[in-house]
């Protein structure tokens, strides 16, 4: 089984061309995110829900994290785009945001690792 990260990086490779290197598609990632449509894998509910069913051990994981080290709650990391009402990311819409988030966080840590200007 594959891990998120390498997934990640495995998307973030079919964008490198001869217009955009790592470096460039890691910085487009991180400025614009996955909501611009910039990561074709990460635009529809069908792709994302199922990109999150795979890694959702991993991506609970990651956002535990982040609620670890900048405190609060999923609320408080995605404002009003997350649905309280779906504390658990039982539904679409939610486990969109962390399919996002996750791809998104991974290629922030690829981008620090690999000293990109970001």
């Known amino acids: 089984m594959i891990s998120l990260r390498d997934r990640v ?3 973030l490779d079919g964008y490198v061309d001869e217009d955009y290197t790592l470096e460039g598609i890691c910085q487009e ?19 994302t829900v199922a990109f999150f069913e ?9 956002l535990a994290e982040t609620m670890d080290e900048f405190g609060g709650c999923q609320k408080d990391i995605f404002g009003d785009k997350w649905d309280s009402d779906d504390p658990l990311a039982l539904y679409d819409s939610n486990q ?17 690792e690999n000293d990109f200007d970001i």
């Not at 990632?29 to 792709?47: A, P, W």
């Not at 795979?54 to 990651?62: C, Q």
């Not at 791809?103 to 981008?111: G, L, Q």
């Open 29 to 47: 990632v991180c400025e614009h995110g996955c909501q611009s449509g910039l990561i074709g894998e990460l635009i529809y509910y069908s792709d």
């Open 96 to 112: 969109n945001l962390l399919a996002w988030f996750a791809f998104e966080e991974m290629t922030r840590r690829i981008a620090y």
């Open 54 to 62: 795979e890694f959702k051990d991993e991506i609970n994981e990651l």
């Open 9 to 11: 990086e495995e998307i």
